[in-house]
């Protein structure tokens, strides 16, 4: 990834895409790739540039159109353009900015109101992707949108995208974002969404594959009455790492928040949580909410938390909670009074703490995908 | 009744400035001929010298800490290290010079000591001036002495144990103190001795733009238990003063070690305190901490949990008002089986003041059967104030029953009303609602420090009582 | 042996270091059924849970047999396994998975083959009728906001569906008015098949109304201290423990 192919993509590109790809790779090509300390990036060799075409869209009566040959209208410069804080780290960001070679951009017309969701797939054989999706809800309108990161075959895969939201006023958008891809491939995964006055956002995170991913979702609430809930579920393995980043910004009044992430480690996984609340001055009566539980099923496993509560008003109900604990005694005795092993019943437990929000997925087929890998993994290498 | 006690506040006390005349005083900075000159007036012994020459090495390598409070302002180069006032090491009030006498007359603690404890050190500046014990808990073998004597009559315990719980490569201010630390207590409890009452250090700076960096040493042999009271306070200048100190506690098996601390440096003062416990098989670390003074604050009290069965509680409560950062917390570092530790940290922000929580709680690979809890909890006092609090968290086996939990918000409108309804005036139910929320701290503090702490409460809301 | 289902010998348990069964004999043939009587304390949900396997109970002497095997230190799911069942006094509550998903894995552990969805379903909506539990119970979370009464009912149902050798009962009368009690006793009836085997424990002999036991048990301080048939539970009724109790004493 250089300038020579920066000009030949500037090359196909149209408008003030052109630049924007430039100034990106400006910041690129400044910046080194960091170390990360927990997750540990040494020794990582960026992936040559290639083309994506498997994108695959459904969706009715909404427009989704692919970010490489659509219109790139005004108003996605300026949300592409925010210059807001965000991401796993700038030099991932950048290089979506400079190299995205697949993308969405859904714009949510008025007057849409559908729980039937927008599916985006990102299937991968081994594939780079780098993808740059925006969505945009006009006010008062209210959507479901899922994208997947699949593997379709084991080879590894290089994911780097970024998505940003717009949710406007009085507007609901609900993003499940799964990531489902090889054990071998690198996931690197910057979401930002904000929420105009009395809108909501809500995020559904399902993170399952790659040997290092690293996610990272920042919520800006710059207007009163915004809203945003995230649930997610992890279940990392073998030696895989998992480093899932939520930070929270209250600024506007009566702004609220609810975090709910469970997990579950098993042989020698890695998860690191960061749950960042930061209720500003001016957020008054902001409300928020953050809970991790992680279940160890190994004792070689490692769970990190690091949950920060940054507040500068006294007028705001904020908590965090994380446990990580053995699971309960007698609840595994009762289980097992009916016959099941310890191992099946600390994995029901597992299924039982992911259910309600497996549950909630808006698609049959995808909940039924999840429950299935979850399943795999979680039986694997355990006799049946 | 709350009335009452307010009222009664002399903030006076803590603010005497004494005319004293001083024996010693070192330029302004950091060279190595001063740390050089400091080590020749103490009269040390070769490896002390050179041990403080290799900090100083160590302290210029190493960077200022990028986190944690604004150290932009201070300026070593501007800070007097060393300056030691005219008096000999007392071992009755009587033989300490009238004007240093006075200011800890002032401070309460020679009554202190006559009515319950077991034995007082009191440093002025860079020297200890009074350092004494009960005659049994001596006779006991309990060892209490002043840093600097007791380099001089028990020079190869200190040579084992002198930094190497904190050694000078662990920050920063950790190799300045090794560098040109002065005064502190050194205590030994021997095996099975139980000191009943308690032991204090007070510390006081009293010169303006100076450093204190005292050191504490405090081992507690095999089933002997101590209780430690630490006091600092200071006049309040425009220059800045640094503190430095260093404290080591070694608590051996089946020990009960328990280390209060009142600190109320004054609004002048950058404290960069360092505080760590090492704890053997079946040995109690409790740490009490109540954190009010300094302009910022940089304090992580340590519990290193090395031996099975280990227990460490921490429980503290920290108040900033204007212009005050103080970022604390604690560390619990669990290495062996079956350790258990359980933080309860309590922080009330007004005034514009910061406070910060950052705490680390470490669960190792081997330290299985882990109990331990975290709990944090901020009180806004208005809403120019901020709380934050950043902990991290790492469990390295499946093994661990953890749980922690961290909230914020102000004081409840219902209680208020409630008191209010029952005839207090809002001013009076809000100080009466901090003094329940910081309960826990007052509560596991001998009754004296307690009344302290509640009067420094009532100091630090004084504004919102008018 | 062969004939006897169960073989309690000279057992003795502690829970936390404290002794609490010292010294049980007791056997139990095949589709006998047998109550436990005894004051609180006296040690009758620790047997329950000692024969069950509970890993909180220590065994410190003595022996279990089931159908002529020790199973003293079998663990708790091979017990099950067996034909061993105990309805819980408190039977536990599991967010996040429903009654019929547990149910139809604890069923495919047991008998060692997958069932087909279809055909627990169907098995499940038999059993449920039988026992006239409303169908909406298979798809709720696993005891997650029952009554007293359905969580018994929820132990019967899953007693069904398992089809054990050997039920032990503990307390299931307990905190049951009336009429939840009766329907509780008589879904009982429903499901017990001839060869059934099973173990009342109470407090009360008032569930004896209507599960005449064949033999009576009183167990007191960790012992049992009389033996007899379902007279001696009317006795007791009567006569109350204390006048075992100063009977032991004479």
Redesign the interface.
Known sequence: MNDTLIKELNDRSIGWVKGYRESGFERFSRLNIPSWKRLNLNGLDLPEYKGYDRLQVTGDGIDVENIMDCGMEEDIREIMQDGQAFGVDEKFVSMVDSFFNTGVVIRVPKGYNSSVPVMVHYPSDGDLILDQNVIIAEPFTSVSIIIDHEAISEAGAFHNGITRVIAKEGSKVNLMKVQRLSDTSFNFDSVIGITGRDAAINWSVVELGSAKSAVSYTTYMNEQGGENNTKGIFFVDDRRRLDLSFKVNHIAPNTTSDIDIRGALKDEAYSIFRGDLDIKRGAKKAKGNEKESVILLDRTVRSDAIPALKCAEDDVEAGHAASCEELDKNTLYYMMSRGLSLDEARMMLVEASFNPIIDAIPDDGLKNAIREVIKRRLTCGEDY | MAKTVINDIDFSRYNIKAKVKYRHKTAKGLTPEIVEEISYLKGEPDWMREFRLKSLEIYNSKPMPTWGVDLSELNIDEIVAYISPDAEKAKTWDDVPKDIKETFDRLGIPEAEKEYLAGVGAQFDSEVIYHNIKEQLEKQGVIFEDFDTALKKYPDIIREYFMKCVPPTDHKFAALHGAIWSGGSFVYVPKGVKVETPLQAYFRMNAPGTGQFEHTLIIVDEGAEAHYIEGCSAPQYSVSNLHAGCVELYVKKGAKLRYSTIENWSKNTYNLNTKRALVDEGASMIWVSGSFGSKKTMLYPSSVLRGEGATSEYTSVTFAAKGQHLDTGAKMIHLAPNTSSKVVAKSLSKDGGITNFRGLLRVGPKATGVKTTVQCEGLMLDDISRSDTLPIIEIQNDYVDMGYEAKVGKISEDKIYYLMSRGLSEDEAKALIVKGFVEPISGSLPLEYAVELNRLINIEMEGSIG | MGKMLLEVRDLRASVEDKEILKGINLNIGRGEIHAIMGPNGSGKSTLCNTI?????YMVEGGSIFFEGDDITGM???E???RGI??S?QY??E????TLEN??R???N??TGKNQSILGFKKLLKEKMQLLEMKDEYAER?LNVGFSGGEKKKAEIL?MAI?NPKLVMLDEIDSGLDIDALRIVAESIKKVKTEDMSILIVTHYNRILDYLEPDYVHVLMDGRIVRNGDSGLARELEETGYEAIRAEELI
């Open positions: 069950m396997g509970n890993p909180s663990k708790v799911n017990r099950a396994k069942f105990l819980f039977p536990e599991i967010e996040g998975i547990f149910l894995t604890a069923l552990t047991v979370y899953q398992l």
